[in-house]
């Protein structure tokens, strides 16, 4: 069931930005750094998440919502499309053209993040990758972009550096691979910048990062649209 809320626009006020399937918080934090004030939504209850929030159901509440903020980010769950999911033989719902319906009618610029697994249904994606911001995880994560938003692909460095098997322990001069039912979660919060989460929240998190950069480019065109009106 939606919450409504009431948001009001105030002259020199922070940007808002509107944070779908928000989960953890690992996108917000990069948002906030880049200078947003940050909404998080997500139907289950997030005690974890580090800004305000509204539990709802994601694609209801921007439908009823979405114009009243700045910019929208949305990370759909993306176990429809991951490799271990299938290969379990476990069913998800795909919410990627139902979120990207309902960013389309809000009106406002947005992005749609998700895993390699959805890139066949993604429009013109960016690929951010740790290596990108100089972690020691490769997370390989693609970014749709909509309401006359745009990023720039940033170049991929070489994956030079061995990357530790699924689930286990990360060997000296390796990258950690933080998915499933990794191990070491106090060296996946340095390395992906979320000291707060817990297991299950950085298994699924982009690195703030990853948010600070596109957050970044999000102000430039926030700015750039305000000065041409």
């Given at each position: 069931?939606?919450?409504?809320?009431?948001?009001?626009?105030?002259?020199?006020?922070?940007?808002?930005?509107?944070?779908?399937f928000?989960?953890?918080?690992?996108?917000?934090?990069?948002?906030?750094?880049?200078?947003?004030?940050?909404?998080?939504?997500?139907?289950?209850?997030?005690p974890?998440?580090?800004?305000?929030?509204?539990?709802?159901?994601?694609?209801?509440?921007?439908?009823?919502?979405?114009?009243?903020?700045d910019?929208?980010?949305?990370?759909p769950?993306?176990?429809?499309?991951?490799d271990?999911?299938?290969?379990?033989?476990?069913?998800?719902?795909?919410?990627?053209?139902?979120?990207?319906?309902a960013?389309?009618?809000?009106?406002?610029?947005?992005?749609?993040?998700?895993?390699?697994?959805?890139?066949?249904?993604?429009r013109?994606?960016?690929?951010l990758?740790?290596?990108?911001?100089?972690?020691?995880?490769?997370?390989?994560?693609?970014?749709?972009?909509?309401?006359?938003?745009?990023?720039?692909?940033?170049?991929?460095?070489?994956?030079?550096?061995?990357?530790?098997?699924?689930?286990?322990?990360?060997?000296?001069?390796?990258?950690?691979?933080?998915v499933?039912?990794?191990?070491?979660?106090?060296?996946?919060?340095?390395?992906?910048?979320?000291?707060w989460?817990?297991?299950?929240?950085?298994?699924?998190?982009?690195?703030?990062?990853?948010?600070?950069?596109?957050?970044?480019?999000?102000?430039?065109?926030?700015?750039?649209?305000?000065?041409?009106?």
């Amino acid at each position: 069931m939606t919450h409504p809320i009431r948001i009001r626009r105030v002259r020199g006020r922070r940007p808002r930005l509107l944070d779908l399937f928000c989960c953890q918080g690992g996108a917000a934090k990069g948002y906030d750094d880049a200078g947003f004030d940050v909404t998080g939504v997500d139907k289950d209850p997030q005690p974890r998440y580090p800004y305000r929030f509204v539990q709802a159901d994601a694609i209801a509440f921007v439908r009823e919502h979405g114009g009243a903020f700045d910019f929208i980010h949305a990370s759909p769950p993306c176990q429809h499309d991951t490799d271990c999911q299938r290969i379990q033989g476990n069913t998800h719902p795909d919410l990627i053209a139902p979120t990207r319906t309902a960013l389309e009618c809000t009106g406002r610029p947005w992005v749609m993040e998700n895993v390699g697994g959805a890139v066949p249904k993604l429009r013109d994606p960016v690929m951010l990758c740790g290596a990108m911001f100089a972690l020691a995880t490769y997370r390989h994560r693609f970014f749709e972009t909509g309401g006359g938003f745009t990023l720039p692909q940033p170049c991929h460095p070489s994956h030079t550096v061995p990357q530790a098997k699924m689930g286990r322990p990360v060997p000296p001069g390796h990258y950690g691979q933080y998915v499933g039912n990794f191990s070491g979660v106090d060296l996946a919060r340095q390395v992906m910048g979320v000291p707060w989460m817990n297991r299950d929240g950085i298994r699924e998190c982009i690195p703030p990062a990853y948010a600070r950069w596109t957050g970044t480019h999000a102000r430039y065109s926030l700015r750039a649209k305000a000065v041409a009106a």
